[in-house]
């Protein structure tokens, strides 16, 4: 369970990154193209679109980290009241014989 808990942190952390990213990315080339053709139509053609965008993003860099942090906890929360599986149990029984003797 340890290693599902790991693979969804670091899914939440690279959607985080990647939605950054985008978002910076998307944002510098709408101010690139504003000073570059010094054009206020641009403005109102595009702000729906960025806005859109940028609201998808904000919505995939928060709310997939929030989701993957919350089954992480829920994953750790179960895998600490559950009893350990076959191979814990061989284990115990190596121990025991090995203090028995």
């Not at 595009?46 to 609201?55: F, H, N, P, R, S």
Request: zero cysteines.
């Amino acid at each position: 369970m340890e290693t599902i808990a790991s693979t969804l942190g670091s899914l939440g952390a690279t959607a985080f990154r990647w939605s950054v990213i985008a978002f910076i990315l998307i944002n510098g080339l709408a101010v690139v193209g504003l000073l570059v053709t010094r054009d206020r139509s641009l403005v109102n053609r595009w702000t729906a679109k960025l806005l859109a965008a940028d609201l998808f993003l904000l919505g995939t860099g928060i709310g997939i980290p929030v989701v993957t942090g919350a089954a992480r906890m829920v994953i750790e929360a179960v895998a600490g009241v559950t009893p350990p599986g076959p191979t814990g149990q061989v284990e115990r029984r190596v121990e025991a014989r090995r203090n028995d003797r």
